[in-house]
């Protein structure tokens, strides 16, 4: 597949007269470091990252990934809500990376020159945030790689493209059905259990873009595509505080009750951990503790027994 890297005509070279402009107007520029800074800053950012990992002596280990931004689900829900941009720009396979600023290059530059680099910087940001946080929600991790915001960045050239010569340049209708292949084959690679892929980052990533496409470039979809651009930040925002469906997000609720005393709330907590997890050694072992300290021993018995039969490594209690 061959794609072009010409720069195109302006914006507006081929417009019937009176036509509009869209709302982002930014003319295509001549291909050049300065109309290409963000993407090729981002683009170095993330190999230097995966070779960063590669060369490490602990690749690919928790103690590796602190390094970068990348930290565990419960901390992010703690308060490290930077990760959710920074473990963006992580990737830990070669294949991985080469796919992601392949196509961060081909579409981020065309975007970049088209609306000024401030501008994709705040998109590929809000991006990274969007996807990963909404990854996070569904799978207790914010995943790693450029995935979600490729997506978006592709979301927003697909749905724009009309408006932008430069964008239909890259956007052929093979690369168009090689995104919708590969968004739906992830999908059921991950069903199947085959691999595991950060899905909701790439649906996401895709929604986000095309409902920030439909609000800055796209007139009769103006009023929709800003309310939805709305929705789905305001939602991105809500689950870092609000996740009761995930068993992280449960257990730190819990834990948290469990340490302040409120041992009423820690086995309500530890209970709901268990519903959505019943296999979590973890909650019935604690929620015997907290059960204990309110002195239902008859219970605490029952779920230090469950616990133990669950992970025969845990300690046995005293």
């Known amino acids: 597949m061959t794609i072009s890297s010409e720069a195109s005509l302006p914006v507006q070279e081929n417009a019937p007269a009176g036509a509009k402009e869209p709302a ?22 993330c ?30 829900w703690r308060g490290k809500f930077w990760t959710l941009v920074t473990s963006a720009f992580v990737h830990t396979e070669i294949w991985h990376v080469a796919c992601n600023v392949y196509w961060l290059w081909v579409l981020g530059s065309r975007l970049e020159r088209t609306i000024g680099s401030f501008l994709f910087l705040s998109f590929i940001l809000a991006s990274a945030f969007v996807s990963s946080a909404f990854q996070l929600a569904l799978s207790d991790s914010s995943g790693i790689g450029a995935s979600g915001v490729v997506y978006s960045v592709f979301g927003f050239m697909w749905l724009s493209r009309g408006s932008f010569p430069l964008f239909k340049e890259a956007l052929h209708s093979s690369t168009i059905l090689l995104f919708i292949i590969w968004l739906f084959g992830c999908l059921a690679v991950t069903l199947f259990n085959i691999f595991d892929i950060g899905n909701a980052a790439h649906f996401s990533g895709l929604l986000f873009g095309s409902c920030v496409a439909g609000a800055s470039v796209l007139p009769p979809w103006r009023a929709l595509g800003r309310s939805m651009t709305g929705i789905v930040v305001a939602i991105a925002i809500l689950l870092l505080f609000w996740c009761p469906w995930s068993p992280t997000w449960l257990s730190i609720k819990a834990y948290d009750a469990h340490v302040a005393g409120r041992y009423q709330e820690a086995v309500e907590q530890y209970t709901r951990v268990i519903r959505v997890a019943p296999q979590n050694a973890w909650a019935f072992l604690n929620r015997s503790y907290a059960y204990q300290a309110l002195g239902n021993d008859e219970q605490a018995g029952k779920d230090s027994a469950t616990a133990h039969t669950l992970d025969p490594t845990l300690a046995p209690n005293r």
């Not at 982002?24 to 950012?45: H, N, Q, R, W, Y």
């Not at 060369?55 to 103690?63: D, F, G, I, K, L």
Request: glycine share 6%; net charge negative; proline share 6%.
């Open 47 to 76: 190999v230097g990252i995966c070779v960063s990992i590669a060369t490490s002596n602990q690749p690919a280990s928790w103690e590796t990934l602190l390094r970068f931004g990348v930290y565990p689900s419960e901390s992010i």
């Open 24 to 45: 982002i107007t930014g003319d295509a520029k001549p291909e050049s470091i300065a109309s290409t800074l963000v993407t090729s800053l981002a683009c170095l950012i």
